[in-house]
Structures are given as C-alpha cells and as structure tokens.
C-alpha cells in the first residue's frame, strides 16, 4: 500500500486510516458529521495526493485530449480548466477527469482518479498515435483541496497570488507558502468553494505547505478531513463517485453529464453517444431521497409500486447538512421525473423514496 | 478505549449487564468509535425469542451498516426509545444513555460464558 506525503500528518492528527485505490488515506478525524460540517460552514483540508496526474505537451496534445475527451478543450485558454470524461469504444466512462490547460494547444494536466492511473495511463497512450510527450508526474505530485467558505480568506495572506477572486474552474501558478512553483486551482468535488493546491514534494515542501495552511488556519479553526466527509459532501452535491456513479458500463449521457458531451468534435465512440442522445437513453442517473425511514446503500435494488425492478443504488448516506437519508441510482427513463415515488429495497423491506433534483437541499 | 470491569462482551462487540435473568444490551466504546457518527438504530424484533448469534437488528453508520448479533438466547423486551430520535446516543454514551435492547434471558449462566472485561480488552488490543 503506498502512502502520500501526509501520512505522518495523518496520524499525528489521530486519523482513522483504510486502505483506498491502493493508498493509506485518513477516513476521518473527528467524525465525518463534525468534519462535513467544518467544511460547509468554515474551511477543512483534504489529502487528496492520492490523484494522478499526467502531463501532455506538444503540438498535438490538443488534438489528443479532443479525441480522448467528451468535453471541448479546445474553448480552454491558459489558466482555464474543464471537468471532462474519457469514452471507451463503447461509450461507456474510462474515467472522470479534469483538464487544465497550462499553454493553449502545447501543453496540459489532466487529474485523474487515483483508482484509474494505470488504466487511464495505458488507454491514453495506445490513442496516442501522433506521439505526444506524456508524463505521469502523479508520484511526486501533491494535491492538497483546501475547501469551504472561509478557504480562500484564511490562505490569501500565505501568498502574493490572488486566490480570493480566483474563478471557479481557473487557476494560477506562483509561490505559496515560500515554496516555489506551486498551481492552485479554485475547483474542489465538495461544492463548498475553496481551492485545490498542486506541488512537488521537493526540499520538504509537503511539511512546509501543511503547516502553513494550519497555522494560517488555527485561529479561523480549519479542520484535516477525511475520505468519509468527502463523500457525503460530493453527494449531498450530486456529484458523481467514479466506481460508484459511473463506470466503464455507464455512458455520460446517462449519468447526467450531457453538460460535459459535446458533439462540436469527434471523440470515442461519440458517434454512438450521438445516437443515444437523439435516440433517447435508457436508463438516467437520479438523486432522490428517502420517505420512510431508512438508508439507501450502494447496490440496493429499486422498485416501482408494483415491486418491478426498476434499477438499482449507486450512492446513498444520511446527509449531514441536510438531515435526511439521500441516495443516487439508475432507473428506467419513465421513472426518472420529479417526485416519482420509487421504492428502495433495503434488507427484506420495500422503502418509499422520491425522486428528487440535483443538488439535494 | 472504556471497557468497564462490570459488564460481559462478545467478539462482535455488544457489552451485557445482567439484572436477575434481564439483560440489557447495547454494542462497545470500540465499536460505536469503528463505526463512526451512528444515523440509524433499527431493531424491530421486541417481543421475539432468539437465538444466540441470530441477528436482532442493524446498526447504520454514515459510511457503512453493521449487523446486531444477539449475546445470548432469549426473549427481546424492549428497544430504547431514545435512539429513535437520537442515534448519536450509542456514540456519546455506549454504555449508558445509548443501550440498545433489554432482554429476558433463557439462561442467565450463558452471560457467565461470554468474555470478561479483559478478555474483550485482549481481542481488540
């Protein structure tokens, strides 16, 4: 199992740990409650270093991103980036991803889940074929996603970039921290605001970084979270989990992400996503949220009134912020409007949900 | 980590304290602290007799859902009303406001059996 460059930190802060994607992550501190919390209300620190990261350079990276992504790079100038997919031939997801374009057409990052490195890895450069210059930096790469509404007040006086008016999904690079070379991001999967904080572990910079957002945080009372908050965070957004939400099976059309498939270009299998699209899916990802007590896991079965099958959980917990039990799924397309009332097999019962819109409030 | 000297454990973790032949039941400091924020208590077997080891409830914490094994063979009497509305009980309070059940026992000599405080402190280390 390998560990980040926060372990220690981790543990010295008395963190749950489990094994995640093959990494050593803090599952919680405090409580994923009191941290969920921590980061609507004020501010909270993810280790998310666990991310992988490859760098494309050279003139044909632009068309390789193109023709690897749903989403357009090409509407990217520097400093710009995009929430994007991978397609396999089927249409299905490879993964979910960012893209950041540090020089327009010559060179960009792409984040990748940490689960999906080396099959994003090897998928990329078999599509490859014009020989764009790939590097996979994720091993020495940091990712620290410092999230919540107080984020970016409590981390202004650590550098001379200015973080509090960054744009949501721009970034900048510069000295944080008197470290040099350091990108921060205003994205982040918790829909709380804030910034994520990209760097090389050189000359201790790690150390050096996390103890300054801490020191810069202590009397603002920003918090270490762990995994637990993050999932609950994202889903309370109706962000989607790779593994969870989607997958190689799923197609983007059908989880909701018709906002990231963009026809202008072609790209793989977008032909037959174009089809799905006029044709009309099948199946639709849905939030919806529990009515008679109980909490909707991921694999439950979902029926209609009559007791047919009609999809399954892919996501579900009690939402801290919101008081109730919440979950995600895929059902047949005419069950997917709002308020349909849909039943969540939970153990031998049948529990009344409704469907609901996203983000869940 | 609390193991009180007066009470009985199991290896999935409920604590016992005997009264007579009534039990009251409820899981352990170490494992109200693996779980996590506890949202949800379910238990809807008041009134049936079981078996030891026979599930007589769940327990539903943020991230995962866990099973209640029942200590010892008996009759279940009654569920605290509390956790109905407050769950989070079993995490402030496991062995006192957050109890779970309340049962008659076929045989108050199988508590005798179960694992004392130093045992139990033994299995989780």
Redesign the interface.
Known sequence: MKNTAFTQKHLAAGAKMAPFAGFNMPISYTGINDEHAAVRNNAGVFDVSHMGEFILKGEGALDLIQRITTNDASKLSAGKAQYSALTNNEGGIVDDLLVYCLEPNKSYMLVVNAGNIQKDWNWISALNTAGVEMHNISEKTCLLAVQGPNATKILQPLTEMDILNLKYYTFTKGKFAGVDNVLISATGYTGAGGVEIYFEDINGAADIIWDAIFEAGKTAGIKPIGLGARDTLRLEMGFCLYGNDIDDTTSPLEAGLGWITRFTKNFTASSILEKQKSEGVKRKLVGFEMIDKGIPRHDYQIADAEGNIIGKVTSGTQAPSLQKAIGMGYVTTENTHTDNEIYILIRDKKLKAKVVKLPFQ | MNIPDSLRYTKDHEWVKLDGNTATIGITDFAQGEL??I??V?IETVGKTLDADAVFG?V????T?SDLFLPVSGTINEVNPALAGTPELV?SDPYGEGWMIKMTVNNPADVEGLLDAAGYQQMVG
């Open positions: 996590g924020d949202v949800y379910e769940t539903e914490a943020v991230k859902v995490n």
